[in-house]
């Protein structure tokens, strides 16, 4: 079985932190980084590894480990929402890999993230135990300011394993999820209050187009839309980029260029080609590598 794992961590600015961080991953055996994005002003780096049923969970509570070891969230700054060090941690089925068996590694993972590194974990999409946490906004909402201050007395607040407190790695949110799209939107202009109002209407949340979540930044200086698509198959990135070029129009503005955090599925990039070169044909049969 073949899982894919998506640790997001709280530091981009300490290059040595993050390079000790990969070297110790990449030691591991049958794990391999495939893609790294590290973006200064968010201060996060997303690394994508793939691996199996045996060596993705040993992977993923390393990683915790070595977040907590490296990264303290008391220090850190930057434009992402987050509540810890090792923020995010999900587990996406990839091939025939069923769904199950990520929600069954979320959950024996963040146990023992709990148990043995005392931080607090807080389990999200799939692999949640209570359906107000589905949602990962539901946990992060406040960020890790407002936990501090919640977790010992807010019922709401208390995590599925691990202390009733936090420390300086802060808190963890462990998921099993399907693949989704991280897509970013810079525009020209640096009003970061355009870019807010256009994510305010494009996200199903506000109204908009469903399955995209979306908040409005200001990074190196540009209005960035910044976006996840969780289900690209109903709404895809053409979609997505008429509807912000449309917004960005009325507001005076237009779109700059667009970002691709970490991987996307080919299906969504032929997708949009199909859209944009208005050709129905477009499918993997008639692309050369198919057929090597």
Same mark, same amino acid.
């Given at each position: 079985?073949?899982?894919? #794992?998506?640790?997001?961590?709280?530091?981009?600015?300490?290059?040595?932190? &993050?390079?000790?961080? &990969?070297?110790?991953?990449?030691?591991?055996?049958?794990?391999?980084?495939?893609?790294?994005?590290?973006?200064?002003?968010?201060?996060?780096?997303?690394?994508?590894? &793939?691996?199996?049923?045996?060596?993705?969970?040993?992977?993923?509570?390393?990683?915790?480990?070595?977040? @907590?070891?490296?990264?303290?969230?008391?220090?850190?700054?930057?434009?992402?929402?987050?509540?810890?060090?090792?923020?995010?941690?999900?587990? &996406?089925?990839?091939?025939?890999?069923?769904?199950?068996? #990520?929600?069954?590694?979320?959950?024996?993972?963040?146990?023992?993230?709990?148990?043995?590194?005392?931080?607090?974990?807080?389990?999200?999409?799939?692999?949640?135990?209570?359906?107000?946490?589905?949602?990962?906004?539901?946990?992060?909402?406040?960020?890790?300011?407002?936990?501090?201050? @919640?977790?010992?007395?807010?019922?709401?607040?208390?995590?599925?394993?691990?202390?009733?407190?936090?420390?300086?790695?802060?808190?963890?949110?462990?998921?099993?999820?399907?693949?989704?799209?991280?897509?970013?939107?810079?525009?020209?202009?640096?009003?970061?209050?355009?870019?807010?109002?256009?994510?305010?209407?494009?996200?199903?949340?506000?109204?908009?187009?469903?399955?995209?979540?979306?908040?409005?930044?200001?990074?190196?200086?540009?209005? @960035?839309?910044?976006?996840?698509?969780?289900?690209?198959?109903?709404?895809?990135?053409?979609?997505?980029?008429?509807?912000?070029?449309?917004?960005?129009?009325?507001?005076?503005?237009?779109?700059?260029?667009?970002?691709?955090?970490?991987?996307?599925?080919?299906?969504?990039?032929?997708?949009?080609?199909?859209?944009?070169? @208005?050709?129905?044909?477009?499918?993997?049969?008639?692309?050369?590598?198919?057929?090597?």
């Amino acid at each position: 079985m073949i899982i894919e #794992c998506v640790p997001n961590f709280s530091e981009s600015r300490n290059k040595q932190v &993050i390079e000790t961080i &990969i070297d110790n991953l990449s030691s591991i055996p049958d794990i391999k980084i495939i893609n790294r994005h590290s973006d200064d002003d968010h201060n996060r780096t997303v690394l994508t590894m &793939i691996g199996d049923e045996v060596s993705i969970p040993e992977a993923a509570f390393k990683a915790a480990r070595l977040a @907590q070891e490296h990264i303290n969230i008391f220090q850190h700054t930057g434009q992402h929402p987050r509540i810890g060090a090792l923020d995010v941690l999900p587990f &996406i089925p990839l091939g025939d890999t069923p769904m199950s068996v #990520c929600v069954q590694i979320a959950r024996e993972v963040g146990k023992r993230i709990g148990e043995e590194l005392q931080i607090p974990v807080y389990l999200y999409e799939e692999a949640a135990l209570r359906p107000e946490r589905r949602k990962l906004e539901n946990v992060r909402r406040g960020e890790f300011e407002a936990l501090i201050h @919640q977790i010992e007395t807010n019922p709401a607040k208390a995590p599925d394993f691990g202390p009733k407190k936090v420390g300086s790695a802060g808190a963890i949110a462990v998921g099993a999820r399907m693949p989704l799209i991280a897509f970013n939107v810079y525009l020209n202009t640096n009003d970061q209050s355009i870019a807010v109002a256009i994510a305010k209407k494009i996200r199903q949340s506000s109204g908009g187009l469903p399955n995209v979540k979306a908040l409005g930044l200001l990074v190196n200086g540009i209005a @960035q839309v910044s976006m996840n698509l969780t289900d690209y198959r109903k709404t895809g990135l053409s979609q997505v980029m008429e509807a912000i070029r449309r917004e960005a129009a009325l507001s005076g503005t237009s779109i700059h260029h667009t970002e691709l955090v970490g991987l996307i599925p080919r299906d969504a990039v032929l997708d949009a080609a199909a859209f944009f070169l @208005q050709n129905d044909h477009l499918t993997h049969h008639r692309i050369i590598e198919s057929h090597l």
